[in-house]
């Protein structure tokens, strides 16, 4: 072989190889752009936000925090080790890794040893059961038939169908993250939610209590007035009404709390019959949420993130649907030892190897390609309108718990103002009972509206709490102080 032959075919082979290479880069399908949102410029009940963009990796701190009670920070704190949903979730994100792993394998060719020792045996001039060392004409017989191979299949990702799925495989696995996150704030968000409600059914019980030794004691002066003869019976069966309707009331308001210890239980992983609470008072500090809010709040919302790696991944297996259209390349070599005889099967006459691409192309398939990548297209489309759906829905969140947070502020006010006047008036027709100039049914009249005033006012308290709770949740978990003054020298916002 001359020098410039030798040099030719190199080139030749280079060509070759670069033209692979080149092929493999290309990637079939639509590559992926986070879809467009239609976003308010602010919020209705707030202002300072601009268009959110998932950033779920954030830390959000330990966020409850906020609410300074010791006994909710304990229990909070046991969701992430002994929720059993969450550990679910993070088995699902094992899951999904996993599954990115078995995509990325198909980069790299599948090598396969195989080994293999045979005895057989044949007719004289049938020729069946032949193998290597047999010669023709032979008259039959017992045959050996050694073998030791190594067989290597590639299929080259023309078309990238591998690096699609990957992608895929990717942006999966970045959502089952994302929903481990989403499902750690739920479930610590719906515990302190669900303790809240419980200390504010714990002030029920404790004021309905109180109530009722109050309606015993009128009872009894009642009951005195009667045996003397200042008041009828009709007074007395009306105080027993009183006391007997209220006492019910008490015992019905342990039912709800009953079963807020349960919820409690089950979201740190425990049976119920192991769990209790040790009834408190409910607690009044309110964390202080600022009307302007930083846009980081809303950005690291789990659910969002979620949404748009799926959207993500479904833009991805469009690309996979359509490689389908193209033809398959496939590289495979073999080779080994061959021989009947075991002494001679490693020496250099039993050698044997085989090399060669191989170019598969589906001719037809009654439509069945076209309508595999229309299904990714509508998959992707479905996805793309989820994850919208869920932006809107963070932003009515927010709205909504900010609203509720002003208007209860409001309405708690108020609500103390009807407290403190019926507790006067209350005091005021006690005392005109007492003296003989108010009969007992204006009595009963106020200790009802007196009774309902301060149920309500628990009743309020306890959804500020669970509002706030739930404003935290909406936001994606949290929020930082920010610093004295900004990096470009404007005063600095709480936030």
């Not at 090598?111 to 010669?135: K, L, P």
């Not at 038939?145 to 023309?158: H, K, Q, R, S």
């Not at 009404?241 to 425990?270: C, F, M, N, P």
């Not at 193209?326 to 050698?351: D, E, H, I, N």
Request: aromatic letters at 6%.
């Amino acid at each position: 072989m001359t020098k410039p032959s030798f040099v030719s075919r190199r080139r030749r082979e280079a060509s070759v190889v670069c033209a692979i290479a080149g092929l493999a880069a290309c990637s079939v399908g639509p590559n992926y752009v986070r879809p467009p949102l239609e976003t308010p410029s602010a919020y209705k009940e707030a202002q300072g936000w601009k268009q959110a963009e998932p950033r779920d990796e954030q830390s959000r701190g330990n966020w409850w925090e906020v609410f300074n009670d010791p006994q909710l920070d304990a229990l909070v704190t046991q969701v992430a080790i002994t929720n059993q949903t969450i550990k679910a979730a993070e088995a699902r994100v094992r899951e999904a890794q996993a599954l990115t792993q078995q995509a990325r394998a198909a980069f790299f060719p599948i090598v396969t040893a195989n080994a293999s020792a045979t005895r057989s045996s044949s007719r004289a001039g049938t020729g069946i059961g032949t193998g290597v060392g047999s010669t023709a004409g032979s008259s039959g017989g017992v045959r050996n038939n050694y073998n030791v191979a190594l067989d290597i299949n590639w299929e080259i990702d023309l078309w990238g169908r591998v690096r699609r799925t990957v992608e895929a495989s990717e942006a999966t696995a970045e959502a089952s993250a994302a929903d481990l996150e989403s499902a750690k704030l739920s479930a610590q968000a719906q515990l302190a939610e669900d303790y809240f409600l419980l200390r504010a059914q714990d002030a029920q019980v404790r004021l309905l209590n109180d109530t009722v030794a109050a309606y015993e004691r009128s009872l009894q002066l009642t009951r005195n007035q009667y045996a003397v003869g200042v008041v009828g019976r009709a007074d007395v069966a009306q105080a027993e009404t009183q006391l007997k309707s209220t006492q019910a009331q008490a015992i019905d308001a342990t039912v709800q709390r009953a079963q807020l210890e349960h919820a409690i239980a089950i979201l740190i992983g425990k049976p119920p019959a192991e769990f209790s609470l040790a009834a408190e008072t409910v607690p009044t500090v309110f964390p202080v949420i600022p009307v302007e809010l930083p846009s980081e709040l809303l950005e690291r919302r789990p659910d969002i993130a979620a949404a748009e790696r799926r959207a993500a991944a479904a833009n991805a297996q469009i690309g996979v649907a359509e490689s389908a259209f193209f033809p398959s390349l496939t590289l495979s070599a073999t080779g080994g030892f061959q021989s009947s005889v075991l002494s001679q099967l490693f020496s250099l006459p039993s050698r044997f190897w085989s090399l060669g691409p191989a170019l598969a192309q589906v001719i037809f398939d009654a439509g069945l390609r076209r309508a595999q990548t229309a299904q990714a297209i509508a998959t992707y489309d479905e996805n793309v309108a989820n994850y919208r759906q869920t932006v809107l829905t963070g932003f009515q969140e927010v709205e909504d718990n900010l609203a509720a947070l002003k208007i209860l502020e409001q309405e708690a006010a108020v609500q103390d103002e009807a407290v403190k006047a019926a507790r006067e008036s209350l005091a005021i027709v006690l005392n005109q009972y007492r003296a003989g100039t108010a009969n007992y049914l204006a009595v009963v009249v106020i200790q009802a509206a007196a009774l309902n005033n301060e149920r309500t006012a628990i009743s309020i308290l306890g959804r500020r709490l669970t509002a706030s709770v739930a404003l935290i949740k909406a936001l994606g978990g949290g929020w930082k102080e920010a610093p004295a003054a900004a990096a470009d020298g404007e005063p600095g916002r709480r936030g």
